[in-house]
């Protein structure tokens, strides 16, 4: 994998790791690990792993996560097509189970597509509040929306705009906030080659200033008090 990584992230890398940097060099060889999130608006995750026909393992860390092993096949499963669950590597599901977001809030996710974290937000939303599920890229919002749908949360409002005008609509509106801001792919490199081909300190110094900008016009939205 030492070879595949491009040269300036590897300098980068070892000067932030030092002695761990072999450590981290190794991790790219190890398995994947595979996971799927369950809709606690329809089941609970006992019930969803009584149901599945594959072996699934509690994620320790993620209260309706579940792992499940390779060869699964759980895109296949009828009750994937069922909105039942969502398929979210284990630590993708991170972020939104930490969000503190329960009924009647009025929440936002900015960088929402596909929807991995809004469907989360939305089901804990429980059909009281609001989501509003925003991607800037008006293709990937349908995508967003489709998955929402077959989630089936209602309460609903999907945008695709960027951050200054959804800040002109909402000031200091929301009770929480979820940023997943577009990045440099370096959590990709394990499993996309074509992350690592598109990597460079450019592309970082560009993501950083974007990334600093949605952060600017999402803090206009958070109500006082709200998290972000």
């Excluded at 320790?60 to 009828?78: C, M, Q, T, V």
């Excluded at 005008?165 to 990045?183: G, N, Q, V, Y």
């Amino acid at each position: 994998m030492k070879n595949l990584l491009p040269e300036p992230f590897q300098e980068e890398m070892r000067s932030l790791l030092g002695e761990e940097y072999e450590s981290y060099l190794e991790s790219f060889g190890s398995p994947r690990s595979l996971g799927l999130r369950v809709n606690t608006l329809r089941l609970t995750s006992e019930e969803c792993q009584r149901r599945l026909p594959f072996h699934t393992a509690p994620v320790p860390w993620i209260a309706n996560g579940l792992f499940y092993e390779e060869g699964a096949r759980p895109s296949k499963d009828p009750y994937y097509y069922g909105g039942l669950y969502y398929l979210q590597e284990p630590s993708a599901m991170t972020p939104a189970s930490l969000l503190p977001v329960k009924p009647g809030d009025m929440v936002l996710d900015l960088c929402a597509a596909p929807g991995g974290k809004s469907t989360e937000l939305g089901a804990r939303l429980r059909g009281e509040g609001m989501l509003v599920a925003n991607d800037v890229s008006s293709s990937r919002a349908k995508g967003l929306l489709k998955n929402l749908e077959l989630f089936g949360i209602s309460n609903i409002c999907v945008t695709s705009e960027p951050p200054e005008r959804l800040a002109a609509a909402f000031p200091e509106f929301f009770d929480s906030i979820l940023i997943d801001a577009p990045c440099s792919g370096e959590g990709m490199f394990r499993k996309d080659e074509e992350a690592r081909g598109h990597w460079s300190p450019e592309n970082v110094a560009m993501c950083t200033r974007r990334q600093a900008s949605i952060l600017d016009w999402a803090g206009a939205m958070v109500r006082p008090g709200g998290r972000l």
